[in-house]
């Protein structure tokens, strides 16, 4: 059957491969075969292991290793599909080698195992996939037994509510935490308010409770948190475990290894795990013998490659199966003719709201671009976009260069999608866009009364000190991005003249405000264009206060690179613009693009590819 015909001149387009194909889910990466060394958020329930027990009676294999090495390391037995992964990456094995070994009845800080050289880590290996849990961990996910979490400091400071978060295992709490918990609650800082926020969540847990139910376990969920059945252990007694010769005593994190080693040695075949936000930390806990993992349930999702794009690319016969019942109308929305096409389909469960698809034929047909409007089980409503590579629609004199940024124009220009989410390397023209359709929205239609722009103030290198002035004096030095969007905005105007564009960029620059995020608290703004740059910089609690400052008629568009986080304590995988784009997506008033090809210059380009 013949494509829905859309406008004439349609945006530049990327190469296919760039988007996953529709034709079934996106392949796992190697390691993910390797069930042990799949990256899983901790704690995991008894139910959700996905790692098969493995029989106790029968005795560990002993992986063979050349000749040259000193002394084979002894490794669990695994399935022939595992075996094959790690027979073509030695340098997985050598790893697997070294934390999946077999605890037995002597502690393997006894046992010394020669050091060999491993080959060279793969350029290409992201962190994020490396984050697996500690073997004592995994062992009990196998027998199905639950396990006590030791939490350092830095855990509960963190994330307030991070004792509620193991499900059914018990969290421990040592002396020496509360010492550095009391020893950080001063203060107007984030980590102050998450210290006193822990202590007061800790006196409702220990009221009303005498000192035998201490010695025993506080239940978890006491104050209503059913998902917490575990308990609350607190150090009543002084535990001490003798560790290395050399490894200050006083320190609070050997003290906390200290009982770590201590808790092992007491609780015999009990998985005692130490949780700790210090990277140095864990090295340590490790290099002792000791079981150590990250705190990752404030982590989105473990493999950011697989963050919603907010684009789809459609199979090559999907309208030889959905175009059987399609039913087809134009309505005028916004003072723009859009056509509607209602499809029936086995593909439509996987689509979302507001999600652009897009099917380039390879048999010279027009190609199409639609967004989803409605999904209601197999059916769902597409709307053919507006083009906006059309000099006739540019947007302040813009125009999109790429299919990105087409989608991204449809929905910074729609006034029923209130909150946008743009990603994107440096150069795909998220600033821009955001700039001209917000002075397009506020000076020629009116839609919004003023454009209020805002960002965190994290510098990439040293810090430059007090700056002097007023609230948009300060923040000045930290808007230079807009400063060379507006150059290049009001250089289009070349009707005017000199004295016409200096006008214009005074009735401009009248109607941006430049805030800082420091004071947005309490704070609502009406028909106001908020745009939120590098917010990949923001955590997830900063995030939700400025999205909820929004009133009736605001439009916030968060602008950001995942890639280019410079907040030392957050990831990808932790960032508030990763939080938000996993969260909003599917709602009706919400959208996101991810921009993939840059436009600045042929240098830009060729820089962010080779550097």
């Known amino acids: 059957m013949p494509l829905p015909k859309i406008p004439s001149k349609p945006a530049t387009i990327l190469l296919a491969k760039d988007y996953p194909k529709a034709t079934g ?71 697997a080698a070294d934390t999946v070994e077999a605890k037995g009845k002597s502690s393997p800080r006894n046992k010394v195992t020669p050091i060999t050289a491993e080959a060279p880590h793969p350029a290409k290996h992201k962190a994020n996939e490396v984050a697996i849990k500690s073997s004592t961990s995994r062992q009990a996910d196998r027998t199905g037994t639950t396990k006590m979490f030791v939490l350092d400091t830095n855990v509960l400071m963190h994330d307030p509510s991070s004792l509620f978060r193991f499900e059914e295992h018990d969290v421990y709490l040592p002396m020496m935490t509360l010492e550095e918990l009391d020893n950080h609650k001063k203060g107007m800082t984030e980590v102050a308010r998450n210290a006193r926020q822990v202590s007061r969540t800790l006196d409702a847990l220990v009221s ?56 092992e040695s007491e609780q015999d075949g009990r998985a005692i795990v130490l949780v700790s936000k210090d990277i140095n930390m864990r090295i340590k806990a490790r290099a002792l013998g000791l079981p150590a993992e990250d705190y990752f349930n404030d982590h989105v ?54 999600q652009f698809v897009f099917l380039e034929p390879k048999n010279g047909e027009a190609p199409f671009y639609g967004q989803v409007k409605q999904i209601n089980g197999k059916t769902a409503v597409l709307q053919t976009l507006r083009d906006f590579s059309h000099n006739k629609n540019n947007v302040w004199g813009v125009t999109a260069r790429n299919r990105e940024q087409n989608f991204a124009l449809n929905l910074l220009m729609n006034p029923e999608c209130d909150f946008v989410t743009l990603l994107g390397q440096a150069g795909t023209g998220k600033t821009l866009l955001a700039l001209a359709a917000g002075l397009a929205q506020v000076l020629e239609t009116k839609l919004y009364n003023e454009i209020i722009v805002t960002r965190v103030t994290v510098p990439v290198g040293e810090d430059i000190g007090f700056l002097p002035g007023t609230e948009e004096e300060k923040m000045s030095p930290w808007m230079g991005a807009f400063d ?12 005017g003249g000199e004295w016409g564009r200096a006008a214009t960029q005074d009735l401009i620059r009248s109607r941006i405000k430049i805030k800082s995020l420091n004071f947005m608290r309490g704070r609502t ?17 900063q995030v939700k206060t400025l999205v909820t400052r929004a009133g009736p008629g605001t439009k916030i568009i968060c602008l ?21 784009v ?15 090809r840059g436009e600045r210059s042929r240098l830009a380009d060729h820089a962010s590819e080779v550097l």
């Not at 028909?527 to 939120?532: A, T, Y």
């Not at 950001?560 to 938000?580: F, H, K």
């Open 25 to 95: 889910p996106r392949p796992a990466p190697a390691l993910a075969a390797v069930a042990d060394l799949a990256p899983e958020p901790a704690p995991v329930p008894k139910k959700a292991a996905t790692v098969k027990a493995v029989p106790t009676a029968k005795k560990p294999a002993v992986a063979k290793t050349p000749a040259s090495a000193p002394a084979p390391a002894p490794v669990q037995a695994k399935s022939k599909a595992v075996a094959a992964v790690l027979k073509a990456a030695p340098a997985v094995l050598k790893a």
């Open 484 to 495: 060379d969007n507006l150059e290049v905005l009001n250089k289009s105007d070349s009707d």
């Open 560 to 580: 950001g690179n995942i890639a280019q986080i410079d907040t030392p304590y957050l990831t990808e995988g932790s960032s508030g613009l990763t939080y938000v």
């Open 525 to 541: 703004f009406v028909n106001k264009f908020l745009i939120i740059d590098e917010a990949q910089n923001l955590t997830p609690k």
């Open 301 to 354: 999702m473990e493999d950011t490659d697989l963050l919603y794009s907010g684009i789809l690319q459609l199979p090559d016969d999907f309208w030889n199966k959905h175009g059987k019942d399609l039913e087809s109308w134009q309505e005028n929305k916004n003072s723009q003719s859009a056509t509607f096409y209602r499809v029936t389909g086995p593909f439509v469960p996987s689509m979302l709201v507001n």
């Open 208 to 263: 009303n409770t005498d000192d035998d139910a201490i010695e025993n376990g506080i239940p978890l969920s006491k104050l209503g948190n059913k998902d917490a059945k575990g308990r609350l252990f607190f150090q009543t007694r002084l535990q001490t475990a003798e560790l290395p010769v050399g490894l200050p005593s006083g320190k609070a994190d050997n003290q906390i290894l200290s009982v770590v080693r201590s808790l």
């Open 582 to 596: 996993d969260r909003f997506k599917g709602w009706s008033h919400s959208g996101h693009v991810t921009l993939a």
